[in-house]
């Protein structure tokens, strides 16, 4: 039997089509391995969103060359963001001739047909597709087994100025809700107990359907799938946040109480800048709603440092929106400039110096923030799905609450896949400690 190992860099997107890929190599008779050395397929699903991502793969790819050496037999496959990007392809085209298969993210389900042609003609392959199609069959053999991914919409429309995404996973393109509620339907049935939408946008499901569909309106028709206890998504555009979704998480059950919404910046002349097309004020005007609307909402965002002009005033903006928002979980970036989007052409690129310290400055203040936010928790009876063993202690188990916070208790194995109801004990700015509750 032959045997693959897929090396995933990137997003929940980039997770998912690997677990797509399992499932189409599994079709064809591989299994997975975790040793180097046992692989007779290596695949790298690589993402290009931050500088160091890139740097990454490269990285890795070039150990691969001794490794290929020892085994000639050996298959090595490039795919994802980096490869739609025609200098990244360059890149491996000149200097890693011992890549073998290079396919990118809108042909993914060619994957056996490309393994097969590879077989037949041993002759390298480089073939990624600028399609806008999407593949409606979307199989996949996941790595969790209690919370599933689930595409709903692919690209993204926005052009916010630093982001690549836009030309890697090109246009907006929402899958049909007939496909997405069949698949729904059989990971309940398979004993999925939470599933995660996933799109750049998600906000913008069905704008372009005919007729158009809402975003709220999936989440009522995914509501009514009986096996299935929780619904989350990832991730959503502040512009495109309206009352409807906000009315949506609050009435429907099922919908965890828990939003990440990327604030980015909280200058409005860095916003604009960015493109962002919102103002922190419509910014907080709708997280505003969403806390009041939804009491216990939990809220985690993702915010550039270093954006190109960004000023120490700019910054304290930022400072001051992470202050007033009280988010709990902050996701920072030092701005990384990619080559083709519009900021990278943008003069007063930031040092990064003052990068790092602005960096160091927000996760002072986010680890505040989450460590008092986390405090209310005490005490506290949670509905929490366990999702198996923590990865740092073996002798406990961990699991999410509705919110989304991270809580580890020590309690039979028998437990894991069910929710139970979990009475917080203790706390740090990141998880949560708790025990099964009475
Ligand atoms: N530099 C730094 N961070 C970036 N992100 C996207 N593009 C860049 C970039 N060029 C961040 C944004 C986005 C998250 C997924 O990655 O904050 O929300
Ligand atoms: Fe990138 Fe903006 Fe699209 Fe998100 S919304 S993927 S940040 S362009």
Known sequence: MRKYIIKTYGCQMNEHDSERMSYM??????????SYDDADLIIYNTCIIRKNAELKVYGHLGAMKALKKKNPQLIIAVCGCMMQIKEAREVIREK????????????????????????????????????????ELQNAIRKNKHSAYVNIVYGCDNFCSYCIVPYTRGRENSRSNKSILTEIRSLGIQGYKEITLLGQNVNSYGKDMYPPMSFSELLRQIETIGSVDRIRFLTSHPKDLGEDLIDAMRDLDKVCNHIH?????GSNRILKKM???YTIEEYTEKVDKLKSKIPGIAITTDIIIGFPGETEEDFEQTLDAIRKIRYDQV???????????????????????IKSRRFQQILDLVNDICYENNSEYL??????????????????????????????????????????????TGFSSFTLEGKVAK
Do not use: C
């Open 25 to 34: 190599l599994q079709n064809l008779d591989y299994t997975e391995t975790d």
């Open 96 to 135: 890693y001739k011992h890549v073998d298969i290079v396919f990118g993210t809108k042909n993914l389900s060619s994957l056996p047909y490309l393994l097969n042609q590879f077989h037949i003609a041993h002759e390298r392959i480089i073939d990624v597709e600028e399609t806008d199609d999407i593949d």
């Open 261 to 265: 919404l990327p604030l980015q910046s």
């Open 275 to 277: 493109n962002r097309k």
């Open 331 to 353: 996701f920072i970036f030092k701005y990384s400039k990619r080559v083709g989007t519009g900021a990278a052409k943008m003069k007063d690129q930031v040092d990064e110096d």
């Open 379 to 424: 005490g506290r009876i949670e509905k929490v799905l366990i999702e198996g063993k923590s990865k740092n202690d073996p002798d406990k188990l961990t699991g999410r609450t509705e919110s989304n916070k991270i809580v580890h208790l020590n309690a039979d194995d028998s437990i894991i896949g069910s929710i139970v109801d979990v009475e917080i």
